[in-house]
């Protein structure tokens, strides 16, 4: 009501000109969606006659019925959904326990292993996937979900260590205090007091590592052949890669690889959008 | 000031707290212990053992053989390998220069237009539009455009031959002269929407006085623009470019799916490289000495971008 008086806009087409601009724009981010959802719904036959930009006479959901039990899609959705939830949790508590010895307990040395755990988060994957591949083969972990859960789970904690002990080395020490002269020892402050206070920051690493986890492909590609184990992306990956597939099989992988991403979108989008500042450190 | 309490005032405080800190020293190291063991299994013995591969001759199998520098000797001569940075660099334009350059306008657009005057629900949706790319898996992102961009039946050429410039279909994966573009091009698209994000965040920080005070001052549009929207968000600017370039030196899923580095190796990458000579060559000592490489580079680049993030904080 007071310092934010509108300066008074001329009603000129221009300013309608940017938005058409803006709207046009946004319509071509999503024509390959529509593509790939036009012709997951299209019979093989109605594409061989009409080609990928028709709009199917009737909705055909066989192609993707197929595909789905070709790869068995079922179970990579739940590997999918077991390693990202697995490594969200477990990366969540991880970086929570490094931050409170790092951020709170300002141990000594505490820059060193920040400098470590950022490396960490920088270093490329490239560079740790062929020793990963040959120890885990040794100890038994290749090919295994929990082998990848591992790796991910200290991957995404590194990011999170880094972000929730800058936030915690500012935790109002009084509140601290007096949770210790009321007698409460270390790990019940953390539990009670710096976890609670904390939910929203964690709540947004939580469903940010989700996604990431659930995006991930190179180590999920090297480390998980068998079918059994293989997660959504590294799937629909390899079969791509094997260029063995028709155009409307393609569009029905595609689809179903995008739907999960879709919903995700729509249940986090606050979260994502908000959390957005929070990962550009990534 | 006297010097009295200046020199009196560390040794007086210091002795309390640090004491009290080093008795619960113990405590909060365990707190350290899972974060710690895990780093060191998974992150640093790999990397160790990564930079000691590429110092041998090993197929993967049996006993690595030590060759000393001659990874190294030999990558810096290879063409091929060049070539793949060069590759690199179209990456960084593509990820970092171009989704920076367009997301800061589309970004100013949708805040200071569309917001204002269609309100803050129109400029969410259209936001909500730029950003969908990016949640989906990479992988999946291409699968969507090998197919848009395939030669015979891809929607793109269909698309051309629909509105009469058929003769401008290509095989825009399988031709060496415009693979990487292609490439850029679904790059691009991924991105854009990370970027305008970001930036619309940063403007929301912008003191809306200046703005108006610029444009009683009769600043256009774009002067408004550029000599006061840019210059404040400079921080977020910063993060994205440098983020998106190093996000682009690690590119690996998109080449795997859409061009798989061919055609002749006309998109091959330093990772995806890696990627070969470990799995598919069974050079792993030279795959390993590529990937050793590409974190020097990225750890420079990072190291770059905290100084100068520690010296704008300064400031």
Same mark, same amino acid.
């Given at each position: 009501?007071?310092?934010?008086?509108?300066?008074?806009?001329? =009603?000129?087409?221009?300013?309608?000109?940017?938005?058409?601009?803006?709207?046009?724009?946004?319509?071509?981010?999503?024509?390959?969606?529509?593509?790939? +959802?036009?012709?997951?719904?299209?019979?093989?036959?109605?594409?061989?006659?009409?080609?990928?930009?028709?709009?199917?006479?009737?909705?055909?959901?066989?192609?993707?019925?197929?595909?789905?039990?070709?790869?068995?899609?079922?179970?990579?959705?739940?590997?999918?959904?077991?390693?990202?939830?697995?490594?969200?949790?477990?990366?969540?508590?991880?970086?929570?326990?490094?931050?409170?010895?790092?951020?709170?307990?300002?141990?000594?040395?505490?820059?060193?292993?920040?400098?470590?755990?950022?490396?960490?988060?920088?270093?490329?994957?490239?560079?740790?996937?062929?020793?990963?591949?040959?120890?885990?083969?040794?100890?038994?972990?290749?090919?295994?979900?929990?082998?990848?859960?591992?790796?991910?789970?200290?991957?995404?904690?590194?990011?999170?260590?880094?972000?929730?002990?800058?936030?915690?080395?500012?935790?109002? =020490?009084?509140?601290?205090?007096?949770?210790?002269?009321?007698?409460?020892?270390?790990?019940?402050?953390? +539990?009670?007091?710096? +976890?609670?206070?904390?939910?929203?920051?964690?709540?947004?690493?939580?469903?940010?590592?989700?996604?990431?986890?659930?995006?991930?492909?190179?180590?999920?590609?090297?480390?998980?052949?068998?079918?059994?184990?293989?997660?959504?992306?590294?799937?629909?990956?390899?079969?791509?890669?094997?260029?063995?597939?028709?155009?409307?099989?393609?569009?029905?992988?595609?689809?179903?690889?995008?739907?999960?991403?879709?919903?995700?979108?729509?249940?986090?989008?606050?979260?994502?959008?908000?959390?957005?500042?929070?990962?550009?450190?990534? | 000031?006297?010097?009295?309490?200046?020199?009196?005032?560390?040794?007086?405080?210091?002795?309390?707290?640090?004491?009290?800190?080093?008795?619960?020293?113990?405590?909060?190291?365990?707190?350290?212990?899972?974060?710690?063991?895990?780093?060191?299994?998974?992150?640093?013995?790999?990397?160790?053992?990564?930079?000691?591969?590429?110092?041998?001759?090993?197929?993967?199998?049996?006993?690595?053989?030590?060759?000393?520098?001659?990874?190294?000797?030999?990558?810096?001569?290879?063409?091929?390998?060049?070539?793949?940075?060069?590759?690199?660099?179209?990456?960084?334009?593509?990820?970092?220069?171009?989704?920076?350059?367009?997301?800061?306008?589309?970004?100013?657009?949708?805040?200071?237009?569309?917001?204002?005057?269609?309100?803050?629900?129109?400029?969410?949706?259209?936001?909500?539009?730029?950003?969908?790319?990016?949640?989906?898996?990479?992988?999946?992102?291409?699968?969507?455009?090998?197919?848009?961009?395939?030669?015979?039946?891809?929607?793109?050429?269909?698309?051309?031959?629909?509105?009469?410039?058929?003769?401008?279909?290509?095989?825009?994966?399988?031709?060496?002269?415009?693979?990487?573009?292609?490439?850029?091009?679904?790059?691009?698209?991924?991105?854009?929407?990370?970027?305008?994000?970001?930036?619309?965040?940063?403007?929301?920080?912008?003191?809306?006085?200046?703005?108006?005070?610029?444009?009683?001052?009769?600043?256009?549009?774009?002067?408004?623009?550029?000599?006061?929207?840019?210059?404040?968000?400079?921080?977020?600017?910063?993060?994205?470019?440098?983020?998106?370039?190093?996000?682009?030196?690690?590119?690996?899923?998109?080449?795997?799916?859409?061009?798989?580095?061919?055609?002749?190796?006309?998109?091959?990458?330093?990772?995806?490289?890696?990627?070969?000579?470990?799995?598919?060559?069974?050079?792993?000592?030279?795959?390993?000495?590529?990937?050793?490489?590409?974190?020097?580079?990225?750890?420079?680049?990072?190291?770059?971008?905290?100084?100068?993030?520690?010296?704008?904080?300064?400031?």
């Amino acid at each position: 009501m007071t310092a934010t008086v509108h300066p008074r806009h001329r =009603r000129d087409p221009a300013r309608h000109l940017v938005l058409w601009g803006l709207v046009v724009l946004a319509a071509v981010m999503l024509v390959p969606f529509a593509i790939i +959802v036009l012709n997951a719904l299209k019979s093989p036959a109605e594409y061989a006659a009409s080609g990928p930009l028709s709009v199917p006479d009737e909705v055909y959901t066989q192609g993707i019925v197929d595909f789905w039990q070709r790869v068995d899609f079922g179970v990579k959705l739940l590997n999918s959904l077991v390693i990202s939830g697995s490594v969200a949790v477990l990366a969540v508590v991880v970086s929570v326990l490094n931050a409170y010895a790092l951020g709170i307990g300002r141990i000594r040395g505490r820059l060193w292993v920040l400098t470590l755990f950022l490396i960490a988060n920088t270093l490329p994957q490239e560079a740790l996937v062929y020793p990963l591949y040959h120890l885990f083969k040794q100890v038994g972990l290749y090919d295994t979900r929990l082998g990848v859960v591992i790796v991910f789970t200290i991957v995404q904690a590194a990011f999170g260590t880094y972000l929730l002990s800058s936030t915690l080395s500012g935790f109002p =020490r009084e509140v601290l205090e007096a949770a210790r002269v009321d007698g409460a020892n270390r790990w019940q402050v953390l +539990v009670r007091i710096v +976890v609670p206070i904390s939910r929203p920051t964690l709540g947004v690493l939580l469903v940010f590592f989700f996604i990431w986890t659930w995006n991930e492909f190179l180590i999920p590609l090297v480390l998980l052949i068998s079918d059994e184990n293989q997660t959504v992306p590294v799937a629909l990956g390899v079969l791509q890669g094997q260029r063995s597939m028709d155009a409307t099989t393609t569009s029905a992988s595609a689809l179903l690889g995008v739907l999960p991403a879709v919903v995700f979108f729509l249940l986090f989008q606050r979260t994502l959008t908000r959390g957005m500042t929070v990962g550009a450190i990534r | 000031m006297s010097l009295a309490p200046a020199a009196a005032r560390p040794s007086a405080a210091e002795p309390r707290p640090s004491a009290r800190r080093r008795g619960g020293q113990g405590t909060y190291l365990l707190f350290l212990v899972p974060g710690a063991v895990l780093l060191v299994a998974v992150v640093l013995v790999p990397f160790a053992m990564n930079v000691g591969i590429s110092l041998t001759r090993w197929s993967g199998v049996g006993d690595p053989r030590w060759i000393g520098l001659e990874n190294y000797r030999r990558l810096f001569a290879d063409a091929a390998f060049w070539a793949s940075f060069r590759h690199n660099v179209g990456l960084v334009v593509a990820m970092a220069v171009l989704p920076t350059a367009a997301g800061l306008v589309v970004a100013a657009a949708l805040f200071d237009h569309v917001a204002k005057r269609f309100g803050p629900r129109a400029a969410s949706v259209l936001r909500a539009c730029f950003y969908l790319p990016q949640v989906l898996p990479i992988a999946v992102a291409g699968i969507v455009w090998s197919w848009i961009l395939a030669p015979k039946g891809g929607a793109l050429n269909a698309a051309l031959d629909a509105v009469g410039l058929g003769s401008l279909a290509r095989d825009w994966l399988g031709d060496p002269d415009i693979a990487l573009y292609s490439v850029m091009g679904v790059l691009v698209w991924i991105q854009l929407g990370y970027p305008v994000v970001i930036f619309m965040a940063g403007m929301r920080r912008i003191d809306p006085a200046l703005l108006e005070a610029a444009e009683l001052d009769g600043a256009s549009w774009f002067g408004r623009f550029w000599h006061v929207t840019v210059p404040q968000i400079r921080p977020e600017l910063f993060v994205v470019l440098l983020t998106c370039s190093i996000a682009a030196l690690k590119v690996f899923g998109p080449i795997y799916v859409l061009t798989g580095g061919g055609p002749g190796g006309a998109t091959t990458v330093p990772s995806y490289s890696s990627f070969q000579n470990f799995f598919e060559k069974t050079q792993v000592g030279y795959g390993a000495a590529i990937a050793t490489v590409l974190t020097v580079l990225i750890l420079l680049l990072t190291t770059a971008f905290l100084r100068a993030q520690s010296r704008g904080e300064e400031r």
